[in-house]
């Protein structure tokens, strides 16, 4: 929703006192000189820009305890070394520290060749109309020659306590001022530079506390709000009034943001995810007592899918190279939250820090993979059966979207983008839950898809990619679902153990499509070539152990000739060989196995067993395996078809890795899961995945089942070709 920030063309920038200045009241010249820069650079591009900075008092704080000491006899000093705060002082402060901070101002706006202007406002220059439109004139005069506007409340004369009693609503500290600048004259963005990241939704020193991205204005009743700033008056309670102030009177949009963040006006106009970002344009989110915000998440994402759905396969087409672009484009970014992630890991498992990993050539490959969705065939509205009933009366089966679906998946974080891809790709709206190991990686990931999407200019889309953040919201959102009077997710997938899939499926009335372990076996049969077997046993165990599709069990014919060479290749690459009875008595193992025969182990070991037959073989395999996916190596071809017409998993392969196991390996472009269960999607799943059926039945008269009966028509149920 950021992207008309882009496009703005007249800019209100306010200038907290912490922004402005150090705790002590000192000028902070590497934030003043940040914000100078950039306004010149802002100006220079056409922008107009008008500068609210506070920091005189502070800074006249510092001037009058310099003075007072100058001031002061020996006798004096020897009194007392404080300076009397007393009545008045915040106003002297004022009259002091105003000189001292504008001339600061012309020195650095000296260096960009602009000139700035001085503008000293009280309540009256904005109640009395004359008054006003003096001032209104005025700025725009100093505009119209290239000069920059500051502006302050004139805190000499009002002593710096504000009008917060008047009952006209007039300002009652720079936040305020800032608000009714902008109004006055007809800014479309007001940007507000304070010393935290944005609004949280809660006071940020608080356990928990989340920075909040965006904020319509009816989601921040009865928000609770933290201090004030130290040096400051207006707080964060009166940057949010400000700043729906602001939005009631016209102005289109605020962002509230950090003054100390690197470039943070630039970034802001760019459009970028900084700080928070308030407007009424924005999807509405709920506020704290309406009822359970996942709901409007489910909702929302409602909306999406059936908005997607209503999209030209050709707009689908476009997100998704939108989104492969922003992938490329913020891939610095990407990769530098992965490294905070992996740097984050270290009482992670060594398996799961590889699966946490990104480097350049994966997210490469994940782009790729989101262009290859992008010009493949769109999936949806594919013709599957199409019969006449009766002559006039055609009946077609035709391929729908699923609508909304929510995800968990594992501490992998290029799977947030290839399950966003292949949902968009199939019109579903998607819910998303990533392993909070990854949480940085996610958040940089979904905030590109979003901002994709966005830019695509359908506010409905809004809800097409959401992220949850912990587990208690994957189960709020699963008990509303449960208790919402209309579906808010159609299905949930769980990618990740056997005992979340279970947990899951206990969690709710949702369909759940998972998988159970990825316990898989590869057999060598006695007809097996030796160097092929290596290859295959090799590359099954070694190349990704952690990953489900990693050989857990190594079964060996009795007469295997190449059963040795096997174990002495995955001995040669460290994996620890535990062996039956049987395989130890052979030399096929190095120790005895103490798990259960179903177990996967997601690291360098693995299960060794032999079998005297193939039938023995298929037998094991059906017994153990948890159905993902299962290989037989042999040159017998009556052998090898008999093990992949009898096994009973997801995946049977012949003289193939068991590492084939994949979508994006399968051609499906991205991978949703993996589907060990027998209902609606197995194995691999890709778009499939998302999609359902329909069916559309099309009358060219008038066509009631009562004429059947009675003879008018008669049924002929003849298949057609299908061809639309």
Sequence with gaps: MRTHLKASKFVVVKAGTSTVSHDDGTPSLPRLGAIVEAVSQLMRQGTKVILVSSGAVGCGRSVLRKQAALHRTLRDHMKSQEVTEGAGYSAAAAAAGQLALMSLYETLFATQEIEPSQFLVTRRDFVDEACRKNLQHSIQAIMDVGMVPIINENDAVSGNAGYSEVPDGCFSDNDGLAALVAKLVGADCLIMLTDVEGLYDRPPSEAGARLVREVHPASLKDWKFGGISKGGRGGMEAKVNAALGALEVGVKSVVLASGSEKEVLQRVLAGDDVGTYFSNDIARKPSLDEGNPLEAVGQSARRAARALQALEAGDRTKILQAIASKLRAAAPAILAANAADVADSGDVARELRQRLGLSSAKLETVAKGVEALANAKDPVGQLLEKRELSPGLILEKRSASLGVVLVIFEARPEALPQIAALALRAGCAVVMK?????????????????????????????????????????????????????????????????????????????????????????????????????????????????????????????DAACAKACVDALRAKGVELLGTPRALSKGLADAPVTEPERHEYGCLKCRVDVVDSVDAAVAHVNRHSSGHTDCVVSEDTSIAERFLRQVDSADVFHNASTRFADGFRFGLGAELGIATGRIHARGPVGVAGFLTYKWLLRSAASHAVADFASGVHAWTHRELPLVD
Aim: proline fraction near 4%; glycine fraction near 6%.
């Design 434 to 558: 990533g392993g909070s190991e990854a949480r940085l990686s996610n958040a940089v990931l979904h905030a590109t898809i979003k901002d994709a999407i966005t830019e695509f200019g359908n506010a409905d889309l809004d809800g097409a990619v959401s992220l949850l953040e912990g587990r208690a919201q994957v189960a709020q959102l699963l008990k509303a679902c449960d208790e919402a009077p209309t579906p808010l997710v159609d299905l949930v997938v769980p990618r990740g153990s056997n005992a979340l899939v279970k947990h899951v499926q206990n969690s709710t009335r949702v369909p759940v499509l998972g998988h159970a372990d990825g316990v898989c076996h590869v057999y060598v049969d006695k007809s097996a070539d030796a160097q092929k077997a290596v290859s295959i046993v090799v590359d099954s165990k070694c190349d990704y152990p952690a990953a489900c599709n990693a050989m857990e069990t190594l079964l060996f014919h009795e």
